[in-house]
Nanobody
Framework: QVQLVESGGGLVQAGGSLRLSCAASGNIFRANTMGWYRQAPGKQRELVAT???????NYADSVKGRFTISRDNAKNTVFLQMNSLKPEDTAVYYC?????????WGQGTQVTVSS
C-alpha cells in the first residue's frame, strides 16, 4: 500500500554535509510519524530522528545539534540535513513511516564519512 524511496546518500569527508530525502507514496493517513534510522556495520539499527505530522521532533543524542529533520506533509516526504558529519555516522540510513500500528520502511541509503 505504501512505498518509501530514499535518496541522497554518498561518500563525504568528515565535517561535510549530506541531505537525505525519503518520499512516501500511496494513501497515507494524515496523522503519522516519519523518521530516519541507521545501522552501522556490526551494530543494531538505531533511531536517528523522527518527526510527527503535527511537528514534534525527536533526535538521538549523538546527532542533536548536527542533524535536522524536516518534512513536507503535502508530499509525504521527509528530509534529513546532516552537517558536521563524523566517521561514526557511517551507516545505512533507512526512512520509516508509522501510523496506527503500521510501519513502512524504505530500502536504505548508504552514508559513508571518511577521515
Amino acid at each position: 500500500q505504501v512505498q518509501l524511496v530514499e535518496s541522497g546518500g554518498g561518500l563525504v569527508q568528515a565535517g561535510g554535509s549530506l541531505r537525505l530525502s525519503c518520499a512516501a507514496s500511496g494513501n497515507i493517513f494524515r496523522a503519522n510519524t516519519m523518521g530516519w534510522y541507521r545501522q552501522a556495520p556490526g551494530k543494531q539499527r538505531e533511531l536517528v530522528a523522527t518527526m510527527a505530522s503535527f511537528g514534534d521532533r525527536n533526535y538521538a543524542d549523538s546527532v542533536k545539534g548536527r542533524f535536522t529533520i524536516s518534512r513536507d506533509n503535502a508530499k509525504n516526504t521527509v528530509f534529513l540535513q546532516m552537517n558536521s558529519l563524523k566517521p561514526e555516522d557511517t551507516a545505512v540510513y533507512y526512512c520509516k513511516l508509522t501510523y496506527g500500528y503500521n510501519d513502512y520502511w524504505g530500502q536504505g541509503t548508504q552514508v559513508t564519512v571518511s577521515s
